[in-house]
């Protein structure tokens, strides 16, 4: 068998090189939680209350394929204080780089780069 040329010996070893640490770079941001964990509630945005509050309704009202256009208009409502069946002081602005989970467990973003989740509680 006969030997690579030196010039080709080395771009293998150089191009190996630069492939492990990409993935130990990779590896290393993954396992960095990074990211703020924030509670979400599904609220009826049409039914704003004098005093800024949201009503809290299920969320399934909140899923994406349901209760939009002429039925309603639900949301989600990030990082907000729950004052019983209503809710204050959050916004509806989806966070980035936040694990988004609503109070009765659906996962609605996982931290990091913001991939939708599915429920995990009910």
Not at 18 to 45: P, R, T, W
Not at 55 to 70: A, I, K, L, P, Q
Request: proline share 2%.
């Amino acid at each position: 068998m006969a030997a690579l040329p030196k010039q080709k010996s080395s771009k293998i070893v150089t191009l190996s090189v630069v492939g492990v640490v990409s993935l130990m770079v990779v590896g290393f941001c993954a396992a960095q939680n990074n990211y703020e964990e924030v509670g979400a509630d599904c609220v009826d945005l049409d039914t704003r209350n004098p005093d800024g509050s949201y009503v809290v309704v299920d969320d399934d009202y909140c899923e994406e394929r349901r209760y939009h256009g002429s039925t309603g208009a639900y949301g989600w409502y990030y990082a907000g204080t729950r004052l019983g069946t209503r809710v204050v002081q959050g916004t509806t602005v989806r966070p980035s780089n936040a694990q988004i989970t609503s109070r009765t467990g659906y996962v609605i973003q996982r931290g990091g780069f913001g991939g939708r989740g599915s429920s995990s509680g009910g």
